[in-house]
């Protein structure tokens, strides 16, 4: 049984007792999700970055210090994963540790936790005091039934894979309607790109991902885009997600690369207008079509190009690959953009016209990575719409550091 400890803890706080027990061996992992001591505009925390950095645990055991290699398997969200080894679990008693951070090309500063304890329970199970008994040989027997017992749960639970298979109908319809959330790999194989290609999605779901280049590209929708535009999509797809913003940029650039008031917050233009569609979605194209090399679909957006009276008064058909995603994507609706009134209709037309399932099914997907990031929607003269670190619909000056999560289409 394997048992995870989680922590939450800032840089400069002191952390609690961590508790392990006396002999156990990679039984007990230790789970440490790092946060800056910096908050945000919206005063929360902010995870720290530490992707592309080693993780290293040291221990105080007796006479000697210990050192244990964690894995990264977070790096957006600050997290690492350390086993606990039976190395450092002979002996009961309290042990001194801290946790260092540090990167291998020295571009990040090498930082380290407060000093922590950590607890060694003193376990029953002495191994120089067991004798071979009739009790001992029956907790022997027990604990081979359970390994047998784990055995038979995991080929009951891929025998109910196939049958869940056999369920459901191929296609984009079925497929839209369960959640499953599962671990893809590393790249994309070339049976999950012809299960896409060919429209029948087998044994892909709404929430799977791949983990590549330390971003999660979650599945959140198929054939979402699938007929739609001013020439017909007829590329069967799936619209691809990153759980976490790949990095922040402004709509409108200033000079400093800060929050300016005034003129610096404009929609002139509309979306189209912005800094961010003409140049500030590159460094995510790039992350993207290296990830998904060759796989990367184009297909046709209608964009707002044009304001008046503060609202979208008009827009235009283009090729997309990459884009920001919109209020109705994320929320179903429209929750801050402009709707017609007595004196104007707002250029509200769009080809997204639902809510991409992965946020129907599963909510908190909204709001997992519990940072500010820019949706596409123009809402008045100064104030594009974006969705706030609460998970809440919300609203930024065009001059706004916020973060990019696009959403794209592979085949």
């Not at 885009?225 to 990153?242: E, K, L, M, N, Q």
Request: hydrophobic share 35%.
């Amino acid at each position: 049984m394997q048992d995870y400890i989680p922590r939450e803890i800032d840089i400069n706080e002191k952390i609690e007792t961590v508790t392990v027990k006396q002999y156990d061996h990679l039984s007990r992992f230790l789970r440490i999700q790092i946060f800056d001591k910096d908050l945000d505009e919206n005063g929360d925390r902010q995870p720290l970055n530490i992707v592309g950095c080693n993780a290293r645990l040291y221990m105080e055991t007796d006479d000697n210090l210990a050192f244990i290699d964690g894995e990264v398997t977070d790096g957006e969200m600050g997290i690492t994963t350390f086993s606990i080894p039976n190395g450092a679990t002979q002996t009961a008693g309290n042990y001194r540790a801290e946790i260092v951070i540090s990167d291998p090309t020295g571009n990040f500063p090498t930082i380290s936790t407060k000093e922590f304890v950590i607890n060694v329970e003193q376990s029953v199970r002495v191994p120089s005091k067991i004798e071979a008994t009739g009790q001992f040989s029956a907790l022997e027997n027990a604990l081979n039934n359970v390994d047998s017992f784990r055995d038979e749960m995991n080929t009951i639970n891929s025998r109910i894979d196939e049958i869940i298979a056999l369920l459901l109908c191929d296609g984009a319809g079925a497929h839209n309607a369960v959640y499953r959330g599962k671990n893809l790999g590393t790249s994309v194989t070339s049976a999950q790109y012809q299960a896409i290609s060919s429209g029948k999605f087998t044994d892909l779901y709404i929430g799977d991902y791949w983990a590549i280049d330390s971003v999660n590209w979650r599945i959140a929708a198929f054939d979402y885009y699938y007929y739609c535009g001013d020439t017909a999509f007829r590329t069967h797809h799936a619209v691809i997600v990153p759980d976490t913003c790949l990095y922040n940029e402004q709509m409108h650039k200033t000079e400093n690369g800060q929050y300016e008031a005034g003129a610096a917050n404009t929609t002139e233009g509309g979306y189209i207008g912005t800094d961010m569609y003409k140049t500030g979605l590159e460094q995510a194209k790039t992350k993207i079509k290296a990830a998904f090399a060759g796989h990367v679909c184009k297909h046709r957006l209608y964009l707002t190009n044009a304001m008046s009276n503060g609202h979208a008064s008009a827009g235009e058909w283009v090729d997309s690959e990459v884009d920001l995603m919109c209020e109705h994507m994320v929320y179903g609706c429209g929750i801050y953009s402009p709707v017609p009134n007595d004196t104007a209709i707002p250029t509200n037309y769009r080809g997204e016209k639902s809510q991409l399932p992965l946020f129907a099914l599963e909510p908190s997907r909204i709001c997992y990575n519990r940072a500010t990031w820019w949706l596409r929607d123009v809402i008045s003269a100064t104030l594009f719409a974006a969705v706030a670190a609460t998970g809440g619909a919300s609203t930024g000056g065009a001059s706004r550091l916020f973060g990019v999560r696009p959403a794209f289409c592979i085949s």
